[in-house]
């Protein structure tokens, strides 16, 4: 039995410790003159006209196939055989709303839930032709950096088999490396591409803020969220980019700046003459890094000194403060706008799927939190705590200093094209055993973006690249990062990389 409004407030003016007289009178103040405009709200019917999708297929777990466990479901959508991707298998992240599939989030408390449209990105890969063969297993509620937190289970990395494959886009990132699908589609608010791109051995890639529309995607932050393409080679990944990318008149975070199409793919070019790439000496993090990881980055930007950049070594202090924006960022946007709010952002004039809002709000109570992931109860739990401080407003804090951030990294640009630093400094450590110890569980499933929260924070284009790693070890990924809106310059110098490891070196 629903709860009255009255009920709710009594309830709620007791906790405040009003008197039972002054709390009548409030109510009857807000039931006459702020309630009638909201009950007014929810009589009018959205005049967006919905996307007409007909009747859906897909396949349930637990599927015989699915060595990786990677595979929420399976399905074969397909709009038409013709177009730039035509006939190309795709899967997208459990985040990314695909009409009448399921939606789990890796949590068991979204289970059954089926969103009614399609993502933007859904539609513009379904009408170049690709194939949806199914959505790929997400990290719980999207918030870890391992792949063993979704509820369906761990997802295993077929590029080392035992160890993590990266989150919160494991399923994802495991799927291309291990050929089931061409290209995959990962969201990214502190890491979540690139992270098991580099732990998985493929491409991954994160646009500029804006550059592709975020519409019909479960989000944490409008300043954080990203999506972008998971793939094999550069070639693919730009293809798919190029189908995604430009403005569809719904996400405010594209601006008239951000292109309605691109053409990365043709506009390719290995020339790296007069391209100064700059070798970040925080991106080797002191006690953390691997040496086998410095040596295998450092080997990778060798091969870009080959293909024409040249190179130079550079401090970049402000790499702490990136991190810790990053973090207080993400920490209080999952509690207040992901798990109290539907992950629909507060300010923003777009548009924002209110069947998922609906469904993670009724669904993700405060008596269920106990039933996610550790690491997502730790997140939610720090989130409440910093949220209600009422000595500090972290958020507004971290907020302000953004443009502080911005202004020292543009010092960096200032003096090279682009950035480059190890994607994560240590390679993907063993999954733990499932009965493992509380803390094991929460500090298993973080700090792997330690080099990558920053580039979300500040809105800037970033890619990791797989480096050349001997046969039976982990694989181990370098990052380039360019400025804002430079993406043709970060694709440029990935596929000059490409095309020199290909080459063979001359006597």
Known sequence: MKVSDEHRFYQFAAQLGLSRATATTYWHLIEQRFLPSFRKLAAYTDEREPLQVPERA??????QDDRLNAWLVKAAIQKTAHGPLANWRFTVKD????????????????????????ATVVQRLLAAGACLTGKAVSENLFCAGSSFTADTGAVA?????????????????????????????GCDQTGSIRIPAAWCGVYGYLPSRGLVPYTGIVSVDPLLDGVGPLARDVATLTKTLDVIAGRDGQDPRQTPTNPEKTAFNRHLNPDLSELTIGIVAEGFQLGVSEPAVDQAVLAEIGQLKRAGAAVKRIT?????????LADVLNTVSTYRQLVLNGGAPAGQAGSYPNDVTDALRQRI??????????????IVYSGWLTSTDPTMNYYN??????????????????????????????????????DAPLTTQVTAAMGMDVNTGIWNVLGLPAISIPCAVPAGTR?????????????????????????????????
């Open 58 to 63: 897909f396949q349930k777990r637990p599927f």
């Open 95 to 118: 985040n990314v709303a695909v009409a009448g599939l399921p939606m789990q989030l890796g949590t068991h408390l979204m289970a059954g839930f089926r969103p009614a449209e399609d």
């Open 316 to 324: 970049l202090p402000a790499m702490r403060l990136g991190r810790t």
């Open 157 to 185: 990395n077929p590029s080392a088999p035992g160890y993590s494959a990266g989150g919160s886009s494991s399923g994802a990132a495991a799927l291309v490396a291990d050929g089931q699908v061409d290209v995959a589609l």
């Open 475 to 507: 694989p181990v990924g370098l990052m380039l990062v360019g400025p804002a809106m430079a993406d043709q310059r970060v694709l440029n110098a990935a596929y000059a990389h490409e095309l020199v490891r290909a080459a063979p070196l001359e006597d």
């Open 397 to 434: 804090r971290a907020q302000n200093l953004i443009a502080t951030l911005r202004a020292k990294v543009a010092t960096a640009f200032e003096a090279c094209d682009l950035l480059a630093l190890p994607t994560v400094p240590f390679r993907a450590p063993r999954l733990p055993q499932p």
């Open 365 to 378: 109570q405060p008596d269920q939190y106990a039933e996610l992931a550790p690491i997502v109860q730790a």
